[in-house]
């Protein structure tokens, strides 16, 4: 799941959209400045911008759910090994970024070096999940 996240966020069609909109933002007030414009264009422009709007939202909202499902995910196996197993700790840990904008999502599984240690103990191989 963090594979295909990643994936469609190297895809960048966030910031693309967001820059084909402002372009399109700048081209309409240019039309209507315009002692030539033509209702034709100015409706074909507004169009457009409805529809990179509407993919810029889709885009969001896919993003956003997809990092919702890896998080929830992670809740669920942390929750079946806390429950199931008694253990509350794993070699490995999400780490969770969001940005400023409330847009940007970052996820970190990283290999946790303590893991192993408890009150000072070393677990055996078989304790180890």
């Known amino acids: 799941m963090c594979k295909v996240y ?6 960048a069609l966030i910031p693309f959209y967001m820059e084909r909109l402002e372009y399109l933002k700048e081209e309409i007030r ?3 400045a315009s002692d030539k414009n033509t209702t034709k264009d100015l409706t074909f422009l507004r169009n457009m911008q ?3 709007q509407r993919d810029l939202d889709f885009e969001r909202n896919e993003l956003r759910e997809s990092a919702q499902k890896i998080y929830d995910k992670w809740l669920e196996i942390k929750d079946l090994r806390t429950n ?8 490995t840990k999400l780490k ?4 400023e904008d409330g847009q940007d999502i970052l996820f ?3 290999n946790d070096p303590s893991f192993g240690e408890l009150a000072g103990e070393v677990l055996s191989h078989k304790q180890r999940i």
């Open 50 to 52: 409805t529809n990179i």
């Open 30 to 32: 240019t039309q209507e």
């Open 84 to 91: 199931n197993k008694g253990i509350k700790y794993t070699q």
């Open 96 to 99: 969770v970024h969001q940005g």
């Open 6 to 11: 990643d994936r469609r966020v190297s895809l």
């Open 108 to 110: 970190n599984i990283i």
